[in-house]
T-cell receptor, first 112, second 111 residues
Framework: DVKVTQSSRYLVKRTGEKVFLECVQD?????MFWYRQDPGLGLRLIYFSYDVKMKEKGDIPEGYSVSREKKERFSLILESASTNQTSMYLCASSLWAGDEQYFGPGTRLTVT | DAKTTQPTSMDCAEGRAANLPCNHS???????VYWYRQIHSQGPQYIIH?????ETNEMASLIITEDRKSSTLILPHATLRDTAVYYC????????????WGAGTKLIIKP
């Protein structure tokens, strides 16, 4: 079975802190994704990566950056966390662009 | 914006078939219908997808109308563990990574 793991289930950070969210997949998938999920807004794509060191902006990239140095690992970085980045963050991977996406359990980030 | 319309919530008795409708009246010829579900406090889980033929797998069946403007996801024997939010999504098969997520249907299975 595909397994997508995220570094933390719950995270509390202060405004202005730099935050790293890590995602690892174990199925040699080409594509990896970062979403955030907010009540009433559903899942929104922040960034995705289709290959090592490659990245593309999603719908809401502002305030975020990403890093993919190894195929299995995709990191989401909040350079200076703000309270409006309090959300559930979900990582996903897929073998190729049109394939089904496999999701991790999510990280609930609270910025105070 | 999401290209699908789903009821906000539905109930179903345990052991019965759960039929979840989805309207996608603006679907294009090369767009597939995908279904995912999200159980509370978990990430979304892929269920099934189809283009125009009906599809069945170990989890569910997908019935797509002939005009492709709507579809129904069928969970044949619903259990309490099927309580979740179910998302119907349309997407182009190979040119776009992006899934456009709507609000989904909250399905509650009652004992």
């Amino acid at each position: 079975d595909v397994k997508v793991t995220q570094s933390s289930r719950y995270l509390v950070k202060r405004t202005g802190e730099k935050v790293f969210l890590e995602c690892v997949q174990d199925m040699d998938h080409e594509n990896m994704f970062w979403y955030r999920q907010d009540p009433g807004l559903g899942l929104r794509l922040i960034y995705f990566s289709y290959d090592v060191k490659m990245k593309e902006k999603g719908d809401i990239p502002e305030g975020y950056s990403v890093s993919r140095e190894k195929k299995e690992r995709f990191s989401l970085i909040l350079e200076s966390a703000s309270t409006n980045q309090t959300s559930m963050y979900l990582c996903a991977s897929s073998l190729w662009a049109g394939d089904e996406q496999y999701f991790g359990p999510g990280t609930r980030l609270t910025v105070t | 914006d999401a290209k699908t319309t789903q009821p906000t919530s539905m109930d179903c008795a345990e052991g019965r078939a759960a039929n979840l409708p989805c309207n996608h009246s603006t679907i294009s010829g090369n767009e597939y219908v995908y279904w995912y579900r999200q159980i509370h406090s978990q990430g979304p889980q892929y269920i099934i997808h189809g283009l125009k033929n009906n599809e069945t797998n170990e989890m569910a069946s997908l019935i797509i109308t002939e005009d492709r403007k709507s579809s129904t996801l069928i969970l044949p024997h619903a259990t309490l563990r099927d309580t979740a939010v179910y998302y119907c999504i349309v997407r182009v098969w190979d040119s776009n990574y992006q899934l456009i997520w709507g609000a989904g249907t909250k399905l509650i299975i009652k004992p």
